[in-house]
Structure formats: C-alpha cells, structure tokens
C-alpha cells in the first residue's frame, strides 16, 4: 500500500520512536491512531500532528483496553491497515542482585509490556484488518512489531527485556505464516541504540561509549531512521515473517 493511504495504529506512540513514526506517517498523508499511557504527552502529540492523529489512551498489557482501542481507532479512522509496535519498558537488573535474587514480578511485568503488549495489539489490529477489501497481492494489513539487539546480545542486567524482545521475534514467523490466509504480513525491526527521551540526560561520557559501540557511523539511531524503515516495510510487500537490523553493524558488549 501507498502510505497516503495508510490506517495506523502506533503504541507507544507519544514519543521517540513511536512518534516518529506517527509523524512520518502523517506527514505522507497517512491517518494515525496514537495508544499510549501518557494523556499528556499523547493529547500534545495529536494537537502537534494534526487532524489526521487521535490519541487513545491504552495499556497494551491489557487484552480488554487493547480490543476496545483498537475498535475506537477503526471507527475513527475507516478501518485499520497498519498497527505498529512501539510500546515498551526496559525492565534492567540482574537477576542475583545485590539485594538478593530478582523479584519475579519485575520479570513479569517487562515479559507482559513487551511481549505480552505486542501480542495484544496484534491480534486485536488483525481481528480489524481481515475485514479490509484486498489490494495488491491480496494485501489486507501490515503488522509490525518492535524488538531490540539486545534479544541476540543481552547485557549483563537485561535478562528480562532481552527475554521479552526474544519473544517478540519468535512471533514474526508463525504469525506472518497463520495470517497469510487473511493478507496480512508481520515484520520485526530490532533496533540497536537509538536517541530517545530515556538516552537525554545521560553523562556526556557514557553518551559518548554508547556512539562508540556502532561500527557506522559511530552515533546513535535517530527516531527518523526508524521511521522510515517501518515506511519501507509498509510499502515492500515482499517483505514478511523476518527481522530487519537497524543498528549501524552494532554488536553489544557483555557489560
């Protein structure tokens, strides 16, 4: 599909990575639903936006939220054809830490953010896509989820997100292949370390080690960048049931 006519759903959509994608979105002539927990943050991202953009306020860990969301968006805007995964916490910590082991609700609730969360809005955007007219291909929606490189080289201390992130990439193929029968493909872009709201503030010493992890170029992502691979995947419909590396060839130390 052509990007002025895309249909989106974007979680996590009132800031970084999600709000770049929105914003590149509608800037293309595309419609966007923004689900977020942040009213503030997400009612500015609208007004900024325009009328092309609605915020909803959402907790993709919730199945019922997600559903009634995901309906309001398909009301607003004629239906759905994109859903973008961009919700999402960091979970960090060991899990022998010096307080003792892990909590096994810190696990839990970075499994079912991330994980779980990308689960919820997938089904429930696919449950609204299938009833779309088919285009080229047969194409009815395009589903694409967030993970991390931190799901091929975790950190010491990312045991539960990169756990999380693993999860969401071994969706991708048994997802693309079941609802190949409705024409929807499911992506998965894992970025490396991207310039966002959580990176602003850092020392301008660990800011700078950070840069020095990518090969090229040494600097961080920008939002932009992943924006337009999310473009690339709505648009290439050959494009289905892979992962796609945004990382600047950045492979992630132990510590």
Do not use: W
Not at 79 to 108: D, H, T, W, Y
């Amino acid at each position: 599909m052509e990007l002025n006519q895309v249909k989106a759903v974007v979680t996590g959509g009132a800031s970084g990575l999600g709000l770049a994608v929105a914003s590149h979105l509608v800037a293309n002539g595309g419609r966007v639903c923004l689900l977020d927990i942040s009213d503030e943050k997400g009612t500015a991202a609208a007004a900024t936006l325009g009328g092309a953009t609605r915020y909803l306020r959402t907790d993709v860990s919730s199945e019922s939220g997600v559903e009634a969301s995901m309906a309001a968006a398909a009301e607003a805007m004629g239906g759905i054809n994109v859903a973008v995964n961009c919700a999402g916490i960091l979970g960090s910590g060991r899990v022998l830490g010096k307080e003792g082991p892990m909590p096994l609700s810190q696990f839990e609730t970075t499994v079912r953010v991330n994980l779980v969360g990308s689960f919820n809005v997938c089904k429930a955007a696919a449950a609204q896509m299938q009833r779309n007219d088919p285009g080229a291909d047969g194409e009815r929606g395009v589903l694409v989820n967030t993970a991390s490189i931190a799901a091929y080289e975790g950190q010491v201390g990312q045991c539960a997100y990169s756990a999380s992130k693993g999860g969401v990439i071994g969706m991708a193929l048994p997802m693309a292949r079941e609802f190949a029968r409705v024409g929807i493909r499911v992506m998965t872009v894992a970025p490396g370390i991207f310039h966002t709201p959580m990176i602003e503030g850092v020392p301008q010493a660990v800011y700078d080690s950070l840069c020095a992890q990518a090969t090229y170029p040494q600097r961080l992502g920008q939002p932009e960048e992943f924006a337009q691979a999310v473009a690339f995947i709505v648009l290439n419909r050959y494009l289905n049931g892979s992962v796609i590396r945004l990382d600047g060839a950045t492979r992630l130390p132990a510590k």
